[in-house]
């Protein structure tokens, strides 16, 4: 789909959900007409400015009007439907932490309702215009492939599946290079393919064919240009690389990336620490702050000596940092170079529970605040372990790209304490590199919630 069409339909399906969020407010407020919205215009006032605020930060961070999502109408209303929870819990915390009583229930649970419907209708209206758009091709593309190769006959399926806007014309190739049935036929050679290209009214034209394997492809390009048809390389790089490969450009040179790293971006760098920073601060200031005295005095009371555990872990980008951890384990000299065994007579009575409810973990939300740290990411791992898995682990240090976190989507997943035996090892890094090149804002909120489910429900490696 052309990207200027695309980012049309961005903004306006934006400004149709604001619009409706508004409409909404005002014609419940109409429809009731409680005495107490006019005597209290004000306390009204500032919900609708906090539902408006509350909504573009929940679509911002869950990416609700991106290009990928907005495409498919099963992934952008399931998009829409969570985004509508996190904005619903937004609004009743801010009635319930404000004390907002004198507001109306029934005018709230109108909104909500209206608000929902009208979102559900926005949905359904894009999906009506894409499908009349469809019948009626008013945005049909229609592209001729040079070449007839194997890169080629991909790309062909690859565009049918991806737009349904898409006619493919055929194949410009010479015949005696054709061997087989296609599945479109080949029009004309490579050299008349501008001229075919013309005679079907062809928008777009895909070479499988590298300029400096066929010198006519330059030509072809010029004539392109010239004929006001969009021309397209498709570099072949199957023989060197067996995998996806993501391009990016540094001004007019293109680069590739052998992955994609969400967390590469600075605006997705930016949700994250935020994020980090004001749920680091809410666990300091509600659980912290009176949890630490009462571990510490705990834990001294059966070990005397420090309530805090500190020991240098390996954090992004191969840098040292000390973790910090409740005491778990009596004073001793193999706390840097030994793993946590199961019955392991070093640990502590208090110190197996603070393990097994991971409540041990809990002061790692100062390295959270202090930057060290992410909620969610790679555990950090001792130094020691860093130097000798990276020898055994192919893409070991890959993981280092990120932050560590407290938890992570190899934990969630049953790969944490002791590693026993290298597969387990490698299990992990295999989940923190996906969790890597698959980040969302969303995502770290599901490890969050099943990390807390386990921490109640008991994990047999926690130990």
Request: charged share 20%; aromatic share 16%.
């Amino acid at each position: 789909m052309n990207n200027y069409f695309l980012r049309f339909i961005q903004v306006c399906v934006f400004c149709l959900d604001v619009i409706s969020l508004n409409f909404s407010n005002v014609i419940c407020k109409i429809w009731f007409q409680f005495p107490s919205i006019a005597s209290h215009e004000l306390e009204y006032m500032n919900l609708l400015v906090w539902m408006n605020i509350s909504w573009l930060g929940t679509a911002w961070l869950t990416n609700l009007y991106s290009k990928k999502i907005i495409l498919s109408f099963e992934a952008f209303s399931q998009r829409t439907l969570n985004t509508f929870l996190y904005w619903l819990i937004l609004v009743v915390s801010y009635l319930f932490f404000l004390d907002q009583y004198i507001i109306s229930g029934y005018f709230i649970g109108a909104v909500f309702l209206n608000h929902f419907i009208v979102l559900l209708f926005n949905r359904l209206l894009l999906l009506y215009l894409r499908y009349y758009f469809k019948r009626h091709k008013l945005l049909a593309r229609k592209i001729m492939i040079v070449g007839y190769n194997n890169t080629a006959k991909k790309l062909a399926s690859y565009l049918e599946d991806d737009d349904p806007n898409t006619q493919i014309i055929g194949f410009c190739e010479e015949k005696n290079n054709v061997r087989e049935l296609s599945n479109y036929p080949i029009i004309d050679s490579i050299d008349n393919t501008i001229t075919a290209a013309r005679f079907y009214d062809v928008n777009e034209v895909y070479s499988t064919i590298a300029p400096e394997h066929n010198t006519v492809i330059y030509k072809l390009m010029k004539q392109a240009d010239n004929a006001c048809i969009h021309f397209r390389i498709i570099p072949d790089l199957s023989f060197i690389i067996k995998k996806v490969v993501y391009i990016n450009y540094f001004k007019d040179i293109p680069v590739l990336s052998l992955r994609e790293e969400p967390l590469s971006d600075v605006d997705n760098r930016i949700k994250k620490r935020v994020f980090d920073i004001v749920f680091s601060f809410l666990v300091i200031t509600l659980i912290l702050s009176w949890l630490i005295p009462i571990i510490g005095l705990l834990i001294y009371l059966e070990s005397p000596g420090p309530i805090f555990f500190k020991q240098l872990r390996t954090g992004k980008d191969k840098k040292p940092f000390y973790c910090i951890k409740f005491r778990s384990m009596r004073l001793n000299s193999e706390a840097n170079t030994k793993q946590a065994q199961k019955f392991d007579v070093r640990i502590t009575r208090i110190g197996k529970f603070l393990r097994r409810t991971s409540i041990d973990e809990f002061p790692q939300f100062l390295n959270v605040l202090w930057g060290n740290m992410s909620v969610v990411g790679p555990r950090p791992h001792m130094l020691k372990h860093t130097d000798d898995y990276s020898k055994l682990i192919d893409q070991y240090m890959v993981r280092q790209f990120l932050k560590p976190g407290i938890t992570g989507w190899a934990q969630i997943n049953g790969f944490r304490g002791e590693t026993k035996i290298l597969e387990q090892m490698q299990g992990r890094v295999q989940h923190d590199i996906w969790y890597m090149e698959n980040w969302s804002l969303l995502l770290d909120i599901k490890i969050i919630f099943l990390t807390i489910i386990n921490m109640f429900r008991g994990e047999r490696n926690a130990f």
